[in-house]
């Protein structure tokens, strides 16, 4: 069993870094590191989870909910700029678990990231679904954009939704009123038998986008850094126009109470109400910082990792939580928060804009099309970087060579893509956004959670290595990332942990059976005994 915990040396790591990607060109300075980080973290997570979170737990306390998950990422950013800028190569935390605490480490790593990037390219994938659903207003079939574990149930006819409740009156749009199961519990036989429930049969839109990632990766086709510069600056021009104009049109009203009261209905529990209801919003909108972790990835190209490698980590979260505060400030100001529960839940930012703010339709349009196209780069970084990851572990044994062949002509990873394809286009036909969502908070929390134990036997265990970025305050920083992380874990939902729970078990499995038996650095442990 001592060999699960076998460790790649640095001097091995940084050897291997300089003949296989000595290619790489260090071009990337600080401001190019920040907008790869702002590229890659605004995305599905701002757009949708906070609408998400508002409705399910925190209220218009989101905004507290997103400092929450700020302070995390904080703390496990400053670990990441050290591993960054020490170990300057490929694989981000699976090759610093690899080198600190051992093989079978880095193998949960791997298997977390694999909740990261993968289930958030599904989720993504859901969420292009439901933005260009609404740009068609909505003439894709709900069969057909959606999983089938989800159903709606709608009321039509005015004679039937005037014998509903007031508040649920109130809700209607176009003749239609959307019901909770809850919600249809309570009606009466003769309004229960109008009710018209569908339930989806796959999500196309989201295989369809997939599906041309998947062949833009295979051809090699990258996004240059003009492409990405031009990526965010399009993001952020439509989070700062929004958050411009939405502002005059916040109803003060909404922001009162400013948490979610106890008793209030679906919100039992510790985390979907009150200060608890902040951190289960915490744990929900941390989705929306994935990606700042990905700038660990370009540490290789950096003109200078030491200087450069913590200002964009570090740089693009300050940024983008800064916008993020503002942005779900402005969203529950403008609606109610109750509403993202139901209608506004699917293109939050599109439905305030078209209920609430009159005369600018214009801008939910242009806002629908520009996160179509930030949604799509998104895709494209997690997918490239979860195919880069599985690329290190076939390298090193601990999955099939299938994942590091290499195309003939294009030389891009062709085999591992489409097997990607395959597996993160089931989850985003067959499962809900919600569940696919929380999963991916579950892995990069847990991810983060073993970067910040790394660096605290990384500086036991190596405390002559030169490093050109020190995290301030080893081991009290690393400590407080951990418990925050862990914190978040436990908020989430218990489906989601179950399911996680279940996934890490698959993992082991996979390891124990495979992984372990073919490892390249297990097999030059033995020879070396022999």
């Not at 790649?8 to 600080?30: D, H, Q, R, V, Y």
């Not at 894709?140 to 989800?150: D, L, Q, T």
């Not at 509903?164 to 239609?176: D, H, Q, R, S």
């Not at 910082?289 to 200002?311: C, L």
Request: glycine share 10%; aromatic share 12%; proline share 4%.
């Amino acid at each position: 069993m001592s060999n699960i915990f076998k460790k790649k040396s640095i001097p091995l790591l940084l050897k291997e870094a300089a003949a296989n990607e000595g290619g790489l060109k260090k071009t990337l300075g600080a401001w190019s590191l920040i907008a790869l980080g702002i590229g890659a973290i605004i995305g599905a997570g701002l757009f949708v989870r906070t609408a998400a979170a508002a409705g399910e737990a925190a209220g218009s306390g989101v905004t507290l909910s997103f400092a929450l998950a700020a302070v995390g990422c904080a703390f496990a950013g400053l670990c990441y700029a050290e591993f960054a800028s020490t170990i300057p190569i490929a694989g981000s935390a699976y090759t610093y678990s690899y080198a600190t605490l051992g093989e079978i480490v880095a193998w949960i790593i791997g298997w977390a990231l694999l909740m990261e990037y993968a289930l958030g390219a599904a989720t993504v994938s859901i969420a292009w679904s439901e933005y260009l659903n609404n740009l068609l207003g909505g003439a894709i079939p709900y069969e057909w954009c959606h999983s089938p574990f989800e159903h709606v149930n709608k009321l039509a006819g005015a004679e039937y939704i005037t014998q509903l409740p007031k508040e649920l009156i109130e809700t209607a749009k176009n003749g239609v009123v959307i019901l909770s199961d809850s919600e249809l519990g309570r009606l009466s036989a003769e309004l229960k038998a109008q009710v018209q429930t569908t339930s989806g049969y796959l999500n196309a839109p989201a295989l369809a986008i997939l599906l041309a990632v998947t062949l833009l990766l295979i051809k090699g086709t990258q996004e240059s850094a003009f492409i990405n510069g031009l990526m965010v600056f399009l993001k952020v021009a439509i989070v700062l126009v929004f958050i411009a104009i939405g502002w005059k049109f916040i109803n003060p009203a909404n922001h009162t109470p400013y948490l979610i009261p106890e008793g209030v209905e679906n919100h039992e529990g510790i985390f979907r109400h009150g200060w608890g209801g902040v951190v289960g919003g915490a744990a929900i909108v941390f989705f929306a910082f994935i990606g700042f972790d990905a700038v660990s990835t370009a540490a290789q190209e950096a003109k200078n990792p030491k200087r450069d490698m913590p200002i964009g980590i570090l740089g693009s979260l300050v940024i983008c939580t800064i916008l993020y505060i503002l942005f779900a400030h402005v969203l529950t100001g403008v609606a109610p928060w109750q509403e993202y529960e139901k209608a506004g839940k699917e293109a939050s930012v599109a439905y305030a804009v078209n209920t609430y703010m009159h005369g600018y339709g214009w801008l939910a349009t242009g806002i629908t099309i520009a996160i179509l196209a930030g949604f799509s780069s998104v895709i494209l970084v997690m997918l490239m970087g979860q195919s880069r990851v599985f690329y290190s572990m076939s390298k090193d044994g601990l999955i099939p060579k299938v994942f590091s062949d290499l195309h003939p002509k294009f030389r891009t990873p062709y085999k591992s893509n489409l097997i990607l394809f395959v597996l993160v286009g089931a989850f985003a036909a067959f499962v809900p956004g919600s569940v696919a969502g929380d999963l991916t908070s579950f892995g990069t929390l847990f991810a983060f959670v073993i970067v910040c134990a790394g660096i605290i036997v990384m500086r036991k265990k190596f405390p002559d290595l030169e490093r050109p970025f020190r995290t301030p305050l080893v081991p009290l920083v690393p400590i407080l990332g951990i418990i925050v992380c862990a914190f978040m874990i436990v908020a989430l939902d218990l489906t989601t942990l179950t399911v996680a729970g279940l996934w890490m078990i698959v993992g082991f499995l996979i390891y124990f059976t495979y992984g372990r038996r073919n490892s390249k650095i297990g097999e030059q442990q033995e020879s070396s005994e022999e």
